[in-house]
């Protein structure tokens, strides 16, 4: 591949408005649109992305392989440590390079904590948001950030689509959940601005999600479009709260929600196509100036509407800068030609284009991806075990550990009594990582620390057969004490079936979850140790608990 001369410097803002007027139709239309790259090999179809379509950015999720343009297959990408993935990425910047203009790529990626993360091999993971909480600490909170950001930023990635902003006021959300700092407005601002302002420390473009609000959803926008029918009192008291608190404190962007909101857009268009709301209460009322991103546009609370290239072209038309498409057939370039169509009949003007294009370079200028896209592999590797990142994980996974109750003070366990621990394996989930990080049994692992006589049942989750569940309950009879890990991704409960029928059968169960939410779904738990987290620090913390070498001091995150 032929290489161009040496992209030209952009120091400064004057240098961004210069680089804007230079650019042609196509380059602003790719500019304005975050692609997809999955897994760890550098394909065609991921080169015509960066080449022929101008993608600003990519949404990187290396644990995963697209098969490309059909995306009909996929399959575990082969593991990649921090080097050789830092090494990946400086390959695309330099495809990038070698661009007309060499405009740098905006590299993005999912890093909420615990189970949802699309980042895993190598690195230090960390709870859910509503763990961070549960500390107590918005000073750890801000530390953990900073330490997901600097893993993140040496392996040569700019951008996370977090913190999650959504205040989860109703408990039966079927997406948000844990994902949540709190029910709290309040508590959601606090925690989302130490997070905010950690990931900045580390050099990581924060992104508040999902605007206005996706904390009272019944439904899951991934599926279909939810309606929140809140006032439009209740909506600038809780769901715009955290939004109101951190703009004004330098929230570098946002994603707006494929959720409608009647009580500002009575059309009833999702938040993601509204102009009403994108340009009219975020830009105009709360005054936002920073970049404004999409979620993915093939989710069904949009494509409910409309199909996802003319989503794209309607997004970006209600004044979202970027529009985040995360699928690998036709779409990115169909979603190309939707744009730069709105944009040649008037729909888009050329003018608000401009200013989305330089609010993205500026945003790009900000972060140093002009003067250092590309990175050190080895400090890839160094990050992660790093002793300020091993050590925030260790802390924050002790810290969060909460003992919910303990009716018949069945704890600490002694290492004497016959233990069954009872383990689901998710392979959605425990496939991501395809390592020693996401072993199914850690938990398992760290409980034999203490008790070498401890026994395992392993099932799969969430699909439990009746002669699986029968089976457990019967083997559980054998022994004087089960350990039941409850594992909920996204507040979809995946072993309450097999869970609740071992305790009715009148089996003495401890209960150890990552999900707070299960006080009230495993009621019948007498005991329930909560963790806020499946990795590999927390199942550590957690058998430490069970066995009285530490003494959980969570609090309660919700109000």
Not at 203 to 227: E, M, Q
Not at 477 to 494: C, G, K, T
Not at 524 to 543: I, K, N
Request: aromatic content about 6%; charged content about 25%; overall charge positive.
């Amino acid at each position: 591949m032929a290489r161009s001369k040496r992209p030209a410097a952009v120091r400064s803002l004057a240098d961004v408005d210069r680089l804007v007027g230079k650019m042609t139709l196509d380059q602003k239309v790719g500019q304005c649109m975050t692609l997809a790259y999955y897994g760890t090999t550098i394909s065609q179809e991921v080169i015509e992305r960066i080449e022929e379509l101008h993608c600003g950015g990519l949404r990187v999720t290396p644990h995963v392989n697209s098969s490309g343009r059909l995306d009909v297959v996929r399959r575990l990408a082969p593991y990649y440590t921090p080097a050789q993935y830092a090494e990946t990425l400086n390959e695309l910047q330099r495809i990038a390079a070698a661009r007309p203009l060499g405009l740098p790529l905006h590299m993005v990626t999912d890093q909420e904590g615990d189970l949802s993360v699309d980042y895993l091999h190598g690195v230090e993971l960390f709870p859910s948001q509503m763990g961070l909480t549960a500390t107590g600490s918005p000073a750890l909170a801000r530390r953990c950030a900073r330490q997901v950001a600097r893993q993140l930023r040496a392996a040569g990635i700019h951008m996370i689509h977090s913190p999650v902003l959504d205040v989860n006021i109703n408990p039966r959300n079927p997406e948000i959940g844990c994902r949540s700092f709190s029910n709290s407005p309040e508590r959601c601002a606090t925690y989302g601005e130490a997070f905010m302002k950690g990931l900045a420390d580390g050099g990581i473009i924060a992104t508040g999600k999902h605007f206005p609000g996706r904390g009272d959803s019944a439904v899951d926008a991934h599926h279909t479009l939810p309606v929140l029918r809140a006032s439009r009192r209740r909506l600038d008291a809780v769901e715009l709260f955290p939004y109101r608190a951190l703009i004004p404190k330098g929230l570098p962007a946002v994603m707006t929600a494929h959720n409608a909101y009647p009580a500002l857009d009575p059309s009833g268009l999702p938040a993601s196509i509204s102009r009403r709301i994108v340009t009219g209460v975020l830009r105009g009322e709360l005054g936002f100036d920073g970049v404004v991103t999409t979620d993915a546009m093939s989710m069904g609370g949009l494509v409910s509407i409309c199909p996802t290239p003319e989503g794209c072209a309607r997004a970006i038309a209600a004044g979202n800068d970027l529009v985040l498409v995360k699928e690998c057939d036709d779409q990115p370039r169909e979603a190309f030609a939707a744009i730069k169509r709105y944009v040649q009949s008037g729909r888009i003007p050329d003018a608000q284009l401009d200013a989305s294009v330089r609010r993205i370079l500026a945003m790009k200028l900000r972060y140093g991806l002009f003067s250092g896209r590309y990175v050190d592999p080895a400090g890839a590797q160094a990050a992660c075990v790093d002793r300020a990142t091993v050590s925030a994980a260790k802390d924050v996974a002790r810290k969060c550990l909460t003992r919910v109750r303990d009716r018949k003070r069945r704890l600490p366990l002694s290492p004497k009594r016959k233990i069954l621990v009872l383990l689901p394996v998710q392979i959605l989930y425990h496939e991501k990582g395809n390592d020693l990080e996401h072993d199914p049994i850690r938990l398992y692992h760290a409980i034999r620390r203490h008790a070498p006589d401890a026994e395992l049942f392993e099932f799969a989750a969430p699909d439990t057969p009746a002669d699986v569940i029968r089976h457990a309950v019967k083997r559980a009879a054998e022994f004087d004490v089960v350990v039941a890990l409850s594992m909920v991704w996204r507040q979809a409960p995946i072993c309450h079936k097999m869970i609740r029928r071992v305790i009715r059968a009148g089996r003495k169960v401890v209960v150890v979850s990552n999900n707070n939410y299960d006080a009230d779904a495993l009621g019948g738990a007498e005991t329930l140790l909560v963790t806020y987290s499946a990795m590999p620090r927390s199942m550590d913390a957690a058998a430490d608990a069970l066995f009285g070498r530490l003494q959980p001091g969570g609090i309660e995150p919700l109000v």
